[in-house]
């Protein structure tokens, strides 16, 4: 094989590996922006939150890896219940300032909180030895961690993607994203589907915050430090979008890994200038509605 | 019109009142010279706080320039630092570089920001929203990815040092004790706020507030909504260059930290705990921002960005229209109840 295709497939491999996180933790980001008109920037503290669960499961209970991540979504989705109810619902189609500032309080008190009962250092993550090493795919090996990254985000959109066209919830969010009143005038429990829809987004980010650990490292200041990741993902997606979650994770993921190999000198550079160019082309997104 | 009038009568009355009302609007009023005498106070009465004082004038003028996008036009920005650090780097650079003339240096700082502003709101303010609140966000990460890498220009993580301010007209150096700098934050701060007052008022800034009410209604009145909204936007990105290129010039110092989140965030705070789109937010806000966050750290040095984070929570829940808007409401209050 020449370099260049083994460089490209490198990089594809990597990109799409890391599209896959990205998209797990902003897919959820997306439906409570589109569904409840709320800019959550909080949303990075919950995947941050997962990521504190799966190590904290694995290095002091000995949990292995597999359950400590299905528990690291469920605790973190059940957590986000009380603070939908308590704070976020009193600000659903209110003012968008005060959604900003009010999730702006809650990432510092995040840091803080975290920082509590951890410590301010960088969490060590360590993949079981069945995910450990690489593995062979017929023409070359690859680090299996990333094929488990990509199999498992794949795996997951699927089910995602049917569960939103081919369930009763699904039918539901659907409706309500597409006309709020009228769900609400046929009888949809719209407060409910509200809450079940933040902690399942919620219990996402939380999960791909902790499979994610290895590549956005689970530190007090996650939330603050990524938030531009999530929300540039959900903007060029388009809100409320689950198939443009998925292209725009895709589409960041790759370029980023692209970009950090091959002109490492600009840093994040050119992925925000990236951005700039996709949302001067299309405002509300690939797959925004205007 | 007589006989208008004549059959109405309390037609004529109601426009008497009403043009009253918008004429009182932009008289100053005794209170608004509180800040001002304050400032002097402070000058006169505790000159070991002279530097912590021009950090607080400079910041009080960053979080006049999120007011004037955020209160009078609208517009939702997380990126407001961009400009501040654009103005401060303009500035830290000249001086670094060999033009060490403070008041040119400012308005270089100011200029350039504006230039910033104007290009990238020609990016951002195409969109509403989400959509343009991630974008000022974008914009200022991008400076910040900028600053970081061309370290060659701005020192990246180390910091621009070396920076050497003239003396003011060339007769008042910048001294130890911070007293130069004061009273020079504090003239540019009060010609700057004085600007901001007479826009806010003027048709213009009437216009603005228009747009923030309810855009579709000035769009359909004929009013160029966006090129409205790009002036103002520039004019905030200008004044938001002054105040960090007035920040480089007296700490002569300047480092990433300028075009962070965390300054944008931290500004857009303290200006919803003085109260936003009544221009004296920013002069409440920012001191009791401050006095918190440091009562905060000397109770709780290590977690005190949780108490801050909490005052946020509490402010938005229960106190909307922050310091000020209690105190309206306060006022109104015992004006009900000695009527």
């Known amino acids: 094989m020449s370099a260049t295709l083994v460089a490209t497939i490198s990089v594809l491999f990597h990109g799409v590996a890391f599209a896959m996180v990205l998209y797990l933790i902003s897919v959820g980001l997306s439906v409570t922006m589109g569904l409840m008109g709320f800019v959550n920037l909080a949303h990075g503290a919950f995947a941050m939150l997962g990521g504190y669960v799966l190590t904290t499961l694995m290095s002091r209970f000995g949990v292995p890896f597999l359950p400590a991540v299905a528990a690291a979504a469920v605790l973190t989705g059940l957590f986000s219940i009380p603070i939908e109810r308590l704070l976020y619902a009193r600000f659903y189609g209110g003012d968008e300032l005060d959604q900003v500032l009010l999730t702006i309080g809650l990432i510092f008190m995040s840091v803080a909180g975290v920082t509590w009962f951890w410590g301010p250092l960088v969490q060590p993550v360590q993949p079981p030895a069945w995910l450990s090493g690489e593995i062979s795919l017929g023409f070359r090996n690859f680090p299996t961690y990333g094929v488990f990254l990509i199999a498992f985000g794949a795996a997951l959109a699927t089910l995602l993607w049917l569960g ?78 689950l198939r443009g979650s998925f292209v725009a994770a895709l589409v960041i993921g790759i370029s980023d890994t692209f970009f950090e190999y091959l002109l490492p000198q600009f840093g994040a550079f050119l992925i925000y200038a990236l951005t700039m160019a996709i949302l001067l082309w299309r405002p509300m997104g690939l797959f925004g509605r205007t | 019109m007589a006989t208008y009038g004549s059959v109405r009568p309390d037609v004529s009355e109601a426009n008497r009142r009403a043009v009253e009302t918008f004429a009182r609007r932009h008289r100053y009023r005794p209170l608004e010279a509180l800040p001002w005498a304050s400032a002097l106070l402070v000058y006169a009465l505790v000159p070991t706080y002279l530097p912590l004082g021009a950090q607080v004038l400079t910041t009080i003028l960053f979080a006049l320039s999120a007011d004037l996008v955020l209160g009078y036009a609208g517009i939702i920005t997380l990126g407001q630092a961009a400009f501040f650090g654009t103005g401060a780097y303009t500035a830290g650079i000249l001086a670094a570089h060999g033009w060490g ?47 970081n890498k061309a370290s060659f220009i701005t020192g990246g993580d180390d910091g621009l040092s070396g920076m050497h301010v003239w003396p003011i007209f060339g007769i008042f150096p910048f001294d130890l004790y911070g007293r130069t700098a004061y009273v020079y934050c504090l003239v540019v701060v009060f010609v ?33 909504v966006m090129r409205r909204q790009l002036i103002v936007y520039t004019i905030s990105a200008a004044l938001a260059g002054i105040a960090g290129a007035l920040l480089a010039q007296t700490t002569q110092f300047v480092d990433l930290n300028v075009l962070s989140l965390d300054r944008s965030g931290t500004v857009l ?40 984070g909490l005052l946020m929570v509490l402010v938005v829940l229960f106190a909307r229209g922050g310091v000020l808007g209690l105190f309206d409401r306060l006022v109104d209050r015992l004006r009900l109840r000695w009527q």
Request: hydrophobic share 55%; charged share 10%; with cysteine.
């Open chain 1, 164 to 241: 939103l066209e081919r369930t009763p919830f699904g039918v539901q969010i659907r409706a309500a994203v597409d006309n709020l009143k009228m769900a609400q005038a046929i009888g949809i429990n719209t407060s409910q589907l509200f809450m079940l829809a933040f902690a399942l987004g919620s219990g996402l980010a939380g999960l791909g915050g902790a499979i994610g650990a290895e590549l956005l490292s689970i530190t007090p200041t996650y939330g603050l430090d990524n938030l531009i990741f999530f929300l540039i993902v959900v903007a060029i997606g388009g809100l409320g979008s």
């Open chain 2, 101 to 147: 003339e403070p008041i040119t240096g400012m308005l270089a700082g100011g200029a350039v920001a504006a230039l910033v502003g104007l290009v990238s709101g020609l990016v951002v303010l195409r969109t509403t929203g989400l959509a343009l609140l991630m974008q000022t966000l974008v914009v200022a990460s991008l400076l910040y990815a900028a600053a």
């Open chain 2, 192 to 224: 700057c706020w004085w600007l901001t007052r007479r826009l806010v008022h003027s048709p213009f800034g009437r216009s603005l507030t228009g747009i923030r009410e309810n855009v579709l209604r000035m769009n359909a009145l004929g009013a160029p």
């Open chain 2, 269 to 308: 705070i303290m200006l919803i705990l003085g109260g936003v789109g009544r221009l004296y937010g920013a002069f409440v806000g920012v001191p009791l921002y401050m006095i918190a966050q440091n009562a905060f750290s000397a109770i709780d040095p290590v977690y005190w960005y949780f108490w801050i």
